[in-house]
């Protein structure tokens, strides 16, 4: 099977509804930039050894794909895959364990730290956009994309918490902003 198609040269692609969009449109900025953030988990992964770190990035991983196949599909049915409050939960759960190993915070931090820390915060403020595209599509399109504004918004927030966790098991000092 070859890889290329053909069918985008024209700038227009496939949802998963089989219906044709423009390559610029709301939808695939949303879904494309989740997309990018999943590359910047799996670069984050690159650098990260704690195999309980690697593990919740990889669950990460699976639930941006369900994303991005949720936010690709404008005539769902029951058994197309869908980013669910379980999904959400799971990342909660996640997000409470490796808190737990962390001193609280009392201010902002400057993200970088160890190289695997840096990548961390960089996935972050991906999904951060993510975040930012899909509610521009909700907003556009008046769908009701809840599920995965919750899901992206917690996502972001473990990135946070996995970035401290990685920096504080290399012994890297988080450093306030100064202002």
């Known amino acids: 099977m070859r890889i290329y ?27 494309g930039t989740v997309d990018e953030a999943n590359g910047r988990v799996g670069s984050a992964a690159a650098r990260v050894d704690d195999e309980d770190v690697l593990d919740a990035l990889e669950t990460v991983q699976n639930g941006l794909f369900k994303t991005q ?7 769902k049915d029951e058994e197309d895959p869908r980013v ?3 999904d959400v939960e799971r990342v909660e759960a996640l997000i409470d364990a490796f808190d737990d190993e962390l001193e ?17 915060h960089e996935a972050r403020s991906v999904v951060r956009r993510a975040e930012r595209r899909v ?15 919750n899901y992206l918004n917690r996502v972001s927030d473990l990135l946070f918490v996995l970035a401290r966790v990685v920096n504080s098991r290399a012994g890297v000092e988080e ?4 202002y």
């Open 5 to 31: 198609t053909r069918r985008g040269d024209d700038g227009e692609t496939d949802l998963r509804s089989g219906e044709r969009v423009s390559k610029s449109s709301r939808r695939i900025e949303a879904y």
């Open 135 to 149: 509610v521009a599509l909700a907003e556009e399109s008046g769908t009701d994309e809840n599920e995965v504004l």
């Open 84 to 86: 669910t409050d379980a």
């Open 175 to 178: 450093k306030p902003p100064t």
């Open 69 to 75: 196949a949720d936010l690709a599909n404008t005539d």
């Open 104 to 120: 609280p915070l009392t201010n902002f931090i400057l993200p970088g730290g160890s190289h695997a820390g840096a990548a961390l």
